[in-house]
């Protein structure tokens, strides 16, 4: 006998639980030109995983190295991602060789359609 309804899975709060914070350059203080510090935009809990093959058609457009997917809930306009902003990610599975934390490009920003609660980026680190 054939199951004949669908049910997809769901996200709910026990798979957000990798800490990420959304981040932006801002000027410098002092009065030399640039833009070196960053400025902390929002931090919440995410859903992290490894990119999807739609994902991996986005990001053959950008020269990454490193990519990763993570899917945090919708703020409702008091947090809209950008591609001007970066990301980290708390956890000792993205430190780079130095002992930091890999700060990522944000490559693409979409609403999570199967979910409303939810809006999924994609991360990258673009080699220079």
Known sequence: MFQTSYKRPSTGSG???TPVGFYRNAPNDGPEPG??????LYECYAQVYAPSNKDRQILNDHDTSRAVTVKIRDSRGQYVADNDDVCVIDDYRYIDSK???IVWNVIDVRPDFEDDKFVVIVLGVVTS
């Open 15 to 17: 798979d957000l639980r």
């Open 35 to 40: 833009e070196t510090v960053l400025k902390q």
């Open 99 to 101: 002992g930091s934390n």
